[in-house]
């Protein structure tokens, strides 16, 4: 069965620091670009960063340029995203994805497989 499951999230005070983590089963993440989503409270779901097969990185929020960087250890088959400097803008729940394409792309229709999501909140 194919299945990516995050971790890592929680509550955090903003200021803070997460590093949430994505595994995958069933399948091998090698020749995949590997995304992070998130979808805040009514709100859609956006792009955050993307990673491709080569390692190249991709930031699609520009909110979270600087504080946020994404990577990945194909030999664990695990894609990371780290938070620094988290903000309360930051709550929301996050999503890991993977395309079956070496190429990052934006677009939510992009992506082929979905973790269930893990809830980030920033709060003092």
């Known amino acids: 069965q194919l299945q990516l499951v995050e971790s890592g999230g929680g509550l955090v005070q903003p200021g803070g620091s997460l590093r949430l983590s994505c595994a995958a089963s069933?399948?091998?993440?090698?020749?995949?670009?590997l995304g992070w989503f998130r979808q805040a409270l009514g709100k859609e779901r956006e792009g955050v960063l993307c990673?491709?097969?080569?390692?190249?990185?991709?930031v699609y929020a520009d909110a979270v340029k600087g504080r946020f960087t994404i990577s990945r250890d194909n030999a664990k088959n695990t894609v990371y995203l780290q938070m620094n400097n988290l903000k309360p803008e930051d709550t929301a729940e996050y999503y890991c994805?993977?395309?079956?394409?070496?190429?990052?792309?934006?677009?939510?229709?992009?992506?082929?497989?979905w973790g269930q999501g893990t809830q980030v909140t920033v709060s003092s």
């Open positions: 069933g399948f091998t993440l090698d020749d995949y670009a």
């Open positions: 990673i491709q097969s080569r390692g190249d990185a991709i």
């Open positions: 994805a993977a395309r079956r394409n070496r190429y990052c792309s934006g677009y939510v229709l992009s992506y082929d497989y």
